[in-house]
């Protein structure tokens, strides 16, 4: 199984920071990476797909980058409503495997 | 706009079954992959099983292999999820979610429903 290595587990920032989280699989995807953010109590939500393409509807301030074994989603100026837990996934092999998360908190 | 909702979740004992079912509706059902994922309430994700537009291709994680069983039926836009041999492991919030090939990311999601395995 392919393993997922997000880091940090938790990050505190304030309000107009730029916020990174990576995330590192234990073998080549390709661009076989997605990021999802999940609010409590809500279903995840995708942000971007591919690595580096921004899902319909995600505000612009969400990027992605990387290929093969390391990626990067990065907030370029953190808003209030962007507190929430994110996840990486492969889609590349089967079992489809996640990231533990990282919980996103305002400082 | 996309809709799936989830039904079939509660309680059960170990060793039990629950069928659950997701309902969608907005979205051509019959054209995307289908996942379940489940999350163990204040824990990461898990996807679970996967299944192909003619049913003909079905995966499964490792630790539910033989015990669970993915299906759809494309004339009702639903998806099903059999589980059977259930364990107190086996507790969490079920999400189905769609994708558009084997690869791809998922989207759309339902809302999820709870299964507790516990006596």
């Known amino acids: 199984d392919i393993q997922m290595t997000q880091s940090p587990s938790s990050l505190s920032a304030s309000v107009g920071d730029r916020v990174a989280i990576t995330c590192r699989a234990s073998q080549n995807i390709a661009t076989y990476l997605n990021w999802y953010q999940q609010k409590p109590g809500k279903a995840p939500k995708l942000l971007i797909y591919?690595?580096?393409s921004l899902q319909r509807g995600v505000p612009s301030r969400f990027s992605g980058s990387g290929s093969g074994t390391d990626f990067t989603l990065t907030i370029s100026s953190l808003q209030p409503e962007d507190i929430a837990t994110y996840y990486c996934q492969q889609s590349y092999i089967i079992p489809i495997t996640f990231g533990q998360g990282t919980r996103l908190e305002i400082k | 706009e996309a809709q799936l909702v989830e039904s079939g979740g509660g309680l059960v004992q170990p060793g039990g079954s629950l069928r659950l079912s997701c309902a969608t509706a907005g979205f051509t059902f019959s054209s995307f992959w289908m996942n379940w994922v489940r999350q163990i309430p204040g824990k990461g994700l898990e996807w679970v099983a996967n299944?192909?537009?003619?049913?003909?291709?079905?995966n499964y994680v490792d630790s539910v292999e033989g015990r669970f069983a993915i299906s759809r039926d494309n004339a009702k836009n639903s998806l099903y999820l059999q589980m059977n041999s259930l364990r107190a492991e086996d507790t969490a919030v079920y999400y189905c979610?769609?994708?558009?090939?084997?690869?791809?990311?998922?989207?759309?999601w339902g809302q999820g429903t709870l299964v507790t395995v516990s006596s």
């Open positions: 591919i690595a580096s």
């Open positions: 299944i192909n537009q003619d049913e003909s291709e079905k």
């Open positions: 979610a769609g994708g558009y090939s084997r690869r791809s990311w998922f989207e759309p």
